[in-house]
């Protein structure tokens, strides 16, 4: 039996209906009266809804007819615990059939928006197929199948609707676990009523069905994998002119999420909203929903989850075009290669290089393992995997690569290189490395974005090869004048995905690509690369360290994983074995740690003081520096206090947070921990290697003795002062 039953009263159609009837009930109670009961009430469409709970686990499916919504409440064991995941599924297996009944059932063809999410999601959480799944967002024309504008189409357009009532039910995928019965009720029931509609059934006919039931287990375990990374994963009377200060707190381009303004007026505090009209660079124009009385601004706040980057669209699409049947990405080599090793790639008969001795003409010697990795990029093998700890040469393979194709100009020609990285600041280390090994026949490509108003300063040793996206267009003869011939291209992965580099790419065809910092990259980001350059692709290399920085938030989740966790590719990895640039007590302590996870914000003021007081020696003996620190709090109070020095110090491009850090290095780094109680972020290993690791001379790190040997002994601080004993420390 049914435990709870309410109605529903539409809101969504300006045109009437009569109320809806909602039955709900466990997965584990499902049965095939009730099953029965829901089908009897119409024939043909259904509308499905799912909501989900942490960690993105399916946890409601709603089933609609035109009279009658069945709510399925999906026991699906969130615990990480498998004892609760075996008991749940074992009390779910009844339930499980009949939901599988239903779902595979050809005579009723079920109607959801984001199908693709839900069909991966079922076999993800519940090992369930379907069949005559559709995605109702399919059959919009815009670009962004996932904004207002597609879902209103998918409904019939604006004319039949509620437009502030649409907006509210389908409130984006921010609030995962905040969604009510009666809202998945009612979302299920629009997608019953939107499949039925006279003007979108029609389209409807014409979008692929996707059906499950028909795919091999592991294809379709990497798809709903990848599909669940990703869910996880700035005046006038009226407008207000914005600066921000911190380039990861911009409002971006075209970005059209709400913006609330939060300020003090009559010493009350209040908010108004607004919307971004324009964005250059640090200035952001806003358009008021009212006038701004004259007040104190203590807060300017975007509503809602960040629209998604070119290249996280293009992933989201490619999956579904896979699970649409309407691609074959499955079937291309390097994806067999990367996501399905227990598959054998079938390759073009073009190799991606003629192999040959590490070239005599590079002007830097390598060690024996630096040799060995150079050997491997340039040999015939498909795919490439080099790991190296922090100061072992990592760079200094990619340019000897670069030399090594360029020495011979018949290669050069025929042989374009593609060098790229998670981060612009990655990039702009390799540009800099090549240029100081006197290759300049480079072009590196960087997004307006991240350039214009913002980091200017960082590119002025490489400002000649420096190409920005704006300056890119379909005009291929213009787009030749940049280029000035170059075959090797520097770019991040995700500039890859900008429409805007289609001509480039025509002219430097993507054959083989170097990746640098792939630790840092969730291999799912790869797949717009396979899939927009498969029929040119030769050679991918992977370059990084897994005892450096994780895959973007992997501390959330889990599960997200680079090149290096996929153990097919990092058995045959060739690893840099010979610390190149890091002080000799330091090298060899830091290979040894394990990995943990933690991390906040905080500040410490006599750390602060202390940085001035090192910076001003640094400075005063002529020692080229950095500052870094775990915390941004921290990083921002010391760059303040630079500036605020009497005489100032420099202060620009001076002080990193950890992450942002990650790829550079200095002859001096200053290092503030900012902990003193708990150990906050230095168990998180990783980000704690790349801190103990950015220097090429000497390392100064601020923090307490007392803290380090006691509450932090056992953090790669701690173990490192005990490794070098008691002449570590100064007074």
Same mark, same amino acid.
């Given at each position: 039996?049914?435990?709870?039953?309410?109605?529903?009263?539409?809101?969504?159609?300006?045109?009437?209906?009569?109320?809806?009837?909602?039955?709900?009930?466990? @997965? &584990?109670?499902?049965?095939?009266?009730? !099953? %029965?009961?829901?089908?009897? #009430? *119409?024939?043909?469409?259904?509308? =499905?809804?799912?909501?989900?709970?942490?960690?993105?686990?399916?946890?409601?499916?709603?089933?609609?007819?035109?009279?009658?919504?069945?709510?399925?409440?999906?026991?699906?064991?969130?615990?990480?615990?498998?004892?609760?995941?075996?008991?749940?599924?074992?009390?779910?297996?009844?339930?499980?059939?009949?939901?599988?009944?239903?779902?595979?059932?050809?005579?009723?063809?079920?109607?959801?928006?984001?199908?693709?999410? @839900? &069909?991966?999601?079922?076999?993800?959480? !519940? %090992?369930?197929?379907?069949? #005559? *799944?559709?995605?109702?967002?399919? =059959?919009?024309?815009?670009?962004?199948?996932?904004?207002?504008?597609?879902?209103?189409?998918?409904?019939?357009?604006?004319?039949?609707?509620?437009?502030?009532?649409?907006?509210?039910?389908?409130?984006?995928?921010?609030?995962?676990?905040?969604?009510?019965?009666?809202?998945?009720?009612?979302?299920?029931?629009?997608?019953?009523?939107?499949?039925?509609?006279?003007?979108?059934?029609?389209?409807?006919?014409?979008?692929?069905?996707?059906?499950?039931?028909?795919?091999?287990?592991?294809?379709?375990?990497?798809?709903?994998?990848?599909?669940?990374? =990703?869910?996880?994963?700035?005046?006038?009377?009226?407008?207000?002119?914005?600066?921000?200060?911190?380039?990861?707190?911009?409002?971006?381009?075209?970005?059209?999420?709400?913006?609330?303004?939060?300020?003090?007026?009559?010493?009350?505090?209040?908010?108004?909203?607004?919307?971004?009209?324009?964005?250059?660079?640090?200035?952001?124009?806003?358009?008021?929903?009212?006038?701004?009385?004259?007040?104190?601004?203590?807060?300017?706040?975007?509503?809602?989850?960040?629209?998604?980057?070119?290249?996280?669209?293009?992933?989201?699409?490619?999956?579904?075009?896979?699970?649409?049947?309407?691609?074959?990405?499955?079937?291309?080599?390097?994806?067999?290669?990367?996501?399905?090793?227990?598959?054998?790639?079938?390759?073009?008969?073009?190799?991606?290089?003629?192999?040959?001795?590490?070239?005599?003409?590079?002007?830097?010697?390598?060690?024996?393992?630096?040799?060995?990795?150079?050997?491997?990029?340039?040999?015939?093998?498909?795919?490439?995997?080099?790991?190296?700890?922090?100061?072992?040469?990592?760079?200094?393979?990619?340019?000897?690569?670069?030399?090594?194709?360029?020495?011979?100009?018949?290669?050069?020609?025929?042989?374009?290189?593609?060098?790229?990285?998670?981060?612009?600041?990655?990039?702009?280390?390799?540009?800099?490395?090549?240029?100081?090994?006197?290759?300049?026949?480079?072009?590196?490509?960087?997004?307006?974005?991240?350039?214009?108003?913002?980091?200017?300063?960082?590119?002025?040793?490489?400002?000649?090869?420096?190409?920005?996206?704006?300056?890119?267009?379909?005009?291929?003869?213009?787009?030749?004048?940049?280029?000035?011939?170059?075959?090797?291209?520097?770019?991040?992965?995700?500039?890859?995905?900008?429409?805007?580099?289609?001509?480039?790419?025509?002219?430097?065809?993507?054959?083989?690509?170097?990746?640098?910092?792939?630790?840092?990259?969730?291999?799912?980001?790869?797949?717009?690369?396979?899939?927009?350059?498969?029929?040119?692709?030769?050679?991918?290399?992977?370059?990084?360290?897994?005892?450096?920085?994780?895959?973007?938030?992997?501390?959330?989740?889990?599960?997200?994983?680079?090149?290096?966790?996929?153990?097919?590719?990092?058995?045959?990895?060739?690893?840099?074995?010979?610390?190149?640039?890091?002080?000799?007590?330091?090298?060899?302590?830091?290979?040894?740690?394990?990995?943990?996870?933690?991390?906040?914000?905080?500040?410490?003021?006599?750390?602060?003081?202390?940085?001035?007081?090192?910076?001003?020696?640094?400075?005063?003996?002529?020692?080229?520096?950095?500052?870094?620190?775990?915390?941004?709090?921290?990083?921002?109070?010391?760059?303040?206090?630079?500036?605020?020095?009497?005489?100032?110090?420099?202060?620009?491009?001076?002080?990193?947070?950890?992450?942002?850090?990650?790829?550079?290095?200095?002859?001096?780094?200053?290092?503030?921990?900012?902990?003193?109680?708990?150990?906050?972020?230095?168990?998180?290993?990783?980000?704690?290697?790349?801190?103990?690791?950015?220097?090429?001379?000497?390392?100064?790190?601020?923090?307490?003795?007392?803290?380090?040997?006691?509450?932090?002994?056992?953090?790669?601080?701690?173990?490192?002062?005990?490794?070098?004993?008691?002449?570590?420390?100064?007074?």
């Amino acid at each position: 039996m049914s435990d709870q039953s309410f109605a529903v009263v539409q809101n969504i159609f300006k045109a009437p209906h009569a109320a809806i009837l909602v039955t709900s009930c466990p @997965l &584990a109670s499902l049965t095939q009266t009730i !099953l %029965g009961d829901f089908l009897d #009430s *119409g024939e043909g469409a259904i509308g =499905v809804a799912p909501a989900y709970g942490p960690r993105c686990v399916l946890s409601v499916l709603a089933f609609a007819t035109a009279t009658k919504v069945l709510l399925v409440r999906c026991a699906t064991g969130n615990s990480k615990k498998s004892k609760c995941k075996a008991k749940a599924k074992k009390s779910n297996e009844k339930g499980r059939q009949f939901l599988a009944d239903l779902l595979l059932s050809a005579s009723h063809p079920k109607f959801a928006f984001n199908m693709d999410v @839900l &069909a991966t999601s079922l076999h993800f959480d !519940l %090992g369930l197929r379907i069949s #005559s *799944g559709v995605d109702l967002l399919s =059959v919009s024309s815009m670009d962004d199948r996932r904004s207002l504008q597609a879902l209103m189409s998918s409904l019939g357009g604006e004319v039949r609707l509620n437009k502030a009532n649409v907006t509210s039910l389908f409130k984006g995928e921010e609030r995962w676990n905040k969604t009510t019965l009666k809202e998945i009720a009612l979302q299920a029931w629009v997608a019953w009523r939107a499949a039925t509609l006279d003007n979108v059934m029609p389209r409807l006919e014409d979008i692929p069905r996707i059906d499950t039931i028909s795919f091999h287990e592991s294809h379709l375990s990497v798809f709903a994998k990848m599909v669940r990374d =990703v869910q996880h994963y700035s005046a006038k009377k009226d407008q207000l002119d914005l600066t921000s200060n911190r380039f990861k707190t911009r409002i971006r381009q075209n970005d059209s999420r709400p913006v609330r303004i939060d300020f003090k007026h009559s010493g009350q505090q209040k908010s108004i909203f607004s919307w971004p009209t324009s964005v250059q660079g640090r200035a952001v124009r806003l358009k008021l929903d009212k006038p701004l009385p004259s007040g104190s601004i203590s807060r300017v706040t975007t509503i809602g989850k960040e629209p998604p980057t070119f290249a996280e669209a293009q992933c989201t699409n490619i999956i579904l075009n896979a699970l649409q049947k309407t691609s074959a990405i499955a079937d291309k080599p390097f994806f067999k290669a990367i996501w399905l090793p227990q598959e054998t790639p079938t390759w073009s008969t073009g190799v991606p290089f003629n192999a040959r001795p590490v070239p005599t003409c590079f002007s830097r010697p390598l060690n024996d393992s630096q040799k060995r990795a150079v050997s491997a990029i340039v040999s015939n093998a498909r795919i490439s995997v080099v790991q190296g700890p922090p100061g072992s040469g990592k760079t200094t393979v990619i340019a000897a690569v670069v030399a090594s194709v360029s020495a011979s100009e018949i290669e050069a020609r025929n042989k374009p290189l593609w060098l790229v990285a998670q981060s612009n600041v990655a990039v702009k280390n390799i540009a800099e490395k090549l240029a100081s090994v006197d290759f300049l026949d480079f072009k590196l490509i960087v997004s307006k974005e991240f350039h214009f108003d913002w980091h200017e300063h960082l590119y002025h040793k490489i400002n000649p090869n420096l190409i920005r996206s704006d300056q890119l267009n379909d005009d291929i003869v213009a787009t030749e004048r940049l280029l000035l011939g170059s075959q090797v291209i520097l770019c991040t992965l995700s500039m890859l995905s900008n429409p805007l580099m289609s001509v480039v790419t025509r002219l430097v065809p993507i054959q083989t690509v170097i990746v640098d910092e792939a630790s840092q990259i969730q291999i799912g980001n790869f797949l717009p690369m396979v899939s927009l350059f498969s029929t040119t692709l030769r050679k991918l290399v992977f370059i990084g360290d897994d005892k450096q920085l994780a895959p973007y938030g992997q501390g959330e989740v889990q599960t997200l994983q680079s090149v290096f966790e996929m153990k097919h590719l990092r058995k045959k990895a060739i690893f840099l074995n010979t610390q190149c640039t890091m002080p000799t007590q330091l090298g060899t302590f830091i290979s040894k740690p394990k990995e943990a996870s933690a991390g906040s914000s905080w500040i410490n003021k006599a750390e602060i003081r202390a940085a001035i007081s090192a910076a001003r020696e640094c400075e005063n003996a002529g020692k080229s520096y950095r500052i870094i620190t775990p915390y941004d709090a921290q990083r921002g109070r010391i760059e303040e206090a630079l500036k605020n020095e009497k005489p100032p110090l420099a202060w620009q491009d001076r002080v990193f947070c950890v992450d942002s850090f990650q790829g550079n290095e200095d002859d001096y780094i200053v290092l503030s921990v900012v902990r003193t109680e708990k150990i906050g972020f230095l168990a998180e290993v990783r980000r704690v290697n790349v801190m103990l690791t950015r220097c090429k001379k000497g390392l100064v790190i601020l923090t307490s003795r007392a803290f380090v040997e006691g509450v932090a002994k056992r953090t790669l601080v701690g173990l490192l002062a005990s490794d070098i004993g008691p002449g570590a420390w100064m007074n």
